[in-house]
């Protein structure tokens, strides 16, 4: 089975300095891997997705991610906080292709001036 | 850039009205989904379909639940005995996917809040 867990809840980071959202997968053979922003009262919104070609791969907004098979970990990470950076975010695998995603918890960030 | 719509953004019904919740999926993608999200709960899976059909359904997708695509351009959800545990965010959602598009994202729309009063 297919799954993903978002190790923190809540991250509270002040702005300027790094975020880091973390995420731990399972999957029983190479996964396709995505993180999903939320802001208040909107949509889910791409940030990125993990192709194969790719271990680092870079996203919208200046956040980029680490897949990391030997951790089945893909981190999520910006070097400085900006405060419209406050949402929550959602670490997500696919199950098969053309098939469901599924969600982990999420992460609320929050952004202090 | 293309966006998935869904309307009404928000809706309040009683207890036990049927209710639809609208969709216009990206016009060239060919797999569409519906996604809930009760308030403080995860993003849970319902339901996709596929060439007219429904491909794969979670256990919350019971029968009082059904999609439909009545024409080239909409995608339905209908609830049609609404209940209170009913009330969330439902997203609408689609995907262009081909046999070499195994990470194509899906896109989501900005959500109907279901209010069940």
């Known amino acids: 089975a297919q799954s993903v867990t978002q190790l923190d809840s809540h991250v509270s980071v002040s702005e300027g300095t790094p975020v880091l959202l973390r995420c731990n997968y399972s999957?029983?053979?190479?996964?396709?891997l995505f993180w999903y922003v939320q802001h208040p009262n909107k949509g889910l919104q791409l940030l990125l997705k993990y192709t194969s070609a790719a271990t680092l791969v870079k996203g919208i907004n200046g956040f980029e991610a680490e897949f990391k098979k030997s951790e089945t970990s893909f981190h999520l990470t910006k070097p400085s906080a900006h405060m419209s950076d406050a949402a929550e975010y959602f670490c997500?695998?696919?199950?098969?292709?053309?098939?469901?995603?599924?969600f982990g918890q999420g992460t609320e960030l929050s952004v202090k001036p | 850039e293309p966006e998935v719509t869904q309307t009404p953004s928000h809706q309040v019904t009683q207890m036990g009205q049927e209710v639809i919740l609208r969709c216009v999926p990206i016009?060239?993608?060919?797999?569409f989904y519906w996604y809930r999200q009760i308030l403080g709960q995860k993003v849970e899976f319902l339901v996709s379909?596929?060439?007219?059909?429904?491909?794969?359904k979670s256990e919350i997708f019971d029968d009082q639940f059904s999609v439909e695509r009545p024409d080239g351009s909409n995608f339905t959800l209908k609830i049609r005995s609404t209940k209170l545990e009913d009330s969330a965010m439902y997203f609408c959602?689609?995907?262009?996917?081909?046999?070499?598009?195994?990470?194509?994202?899906?896109?989501f729309g900005n959500g109907t809040r279901l209010t069940v009063t």
């Open positions: 016009s060239n993608h060919l797999y």
């Open positions: 959602a689609s995907s262009h996917l081909t046999a070499s598009s195994y990470n194509s994202p899906l896109h």
């Open positions: 379909f596929y060439n007219n059909e429904i491909s794969e």
């Open positions: 997500v695998i696919r199950y098969n292709q053309g098939g469901k995603l599924i």
């Open positions: 999957s029983s053979y190479s996964p396709s």
